[in-house]
């Protein structure tokens, strides 16, 4: 199942999910660091916690850009929507009726978070890729266009983790983890700190 961009459709899938991980690590560790400033953890080093917190909230942002890319020709989810309908009648453990169902769905979904991905994409197209002078000049109309929270990043994932899963199913009849608990570890590394700091306090 090969692409006219010379992709095919496992690389493309084995692609998105290794950006599906890395996304839902950042967010994990951005919660994590959210976590730590309500605590004296954070006072150790502010500007380095402060600083992690907006590098991992950013390559969180710019990994779902990736994912829900629009641009033409880009190995987004909607690349892998148009390889599925073309090739519906091919997969091994699916219906072509039940695979242009799914993409049907999907796409309904899609278009009810379209709010929330378009606040993602204004934060990376106005202040990461490049700064629009708007930005700037208008900083609160680009506050209100591209704020997203942490529960809204966890939605759009997961439906990007629904939407791998199932079309893993379709591919080859089983889904691969879309989780890697080697890289959630941050909660581990506050708890040793704050147990250290309460040891040191304490003596």
């Known amino acids: ?9 496992k690389q493309l899938m084995t692609w998105l999910m290794v950006e599906l991980i890395d996304a ?9 660091l959210r976590r730590a400033q309500r605590s004296g953890v ?19 942002t710019m990994c779902i850009n990736k994912v829900f890319d629009q ?30 169902a799914a993409i049907t769905e999907y796409r309904s979904e899609l278009q009810r978070l379209a709010p929330v991905l378009g606040a993602i994409r204004t934060r990376r197209h106005k202040t990461m890729a490049h700064i629009d002078p708007e930005t700037i000049t208008k900083p609160e109309d680009y506050v209100r ?10 939605e759009v994932l997961g439906l990007a983790a629904a939407i791998l899963g199932t079309f893993g199913r379709f591919y080859s009849g089983k889904s691969a983890p879309l989780d890697n608990p080697a890289l959630n570890d941050s909660e581990r590394l506050f708890e040793f700190i704050s ?7 304490s003596g």
């Open 195 to 201: 147990n250290a700091l309460a040891k040191v306090t």
């Open 1 to 9: 199942m090969r692409q006219r961009s010379g992709i095919t459709f």
């Open 24 to 32: 839902r690590a950042h967010v994990s560790i951005s919660k994590s």
């Open 145 to 154: 266009e591209s704020t997203v929270s942490f529960r809204q990043m966890d």
């Open 71 to 100: 641009s033409r020709g880009s190995g987004s989810i909607y690349m892998l929507f148009s390889a599925a309908e073309a090739q519906a009648g091919t997969f091994k453990c699916a219906t072509g009726a039940q695979v242009r």
């Open 42 to 60: 954070v006072k150790i080093a502010p500007s380095f916690f402060n600083l992690t917190l907006g590098a991992h909230r950013d390559a969180a």
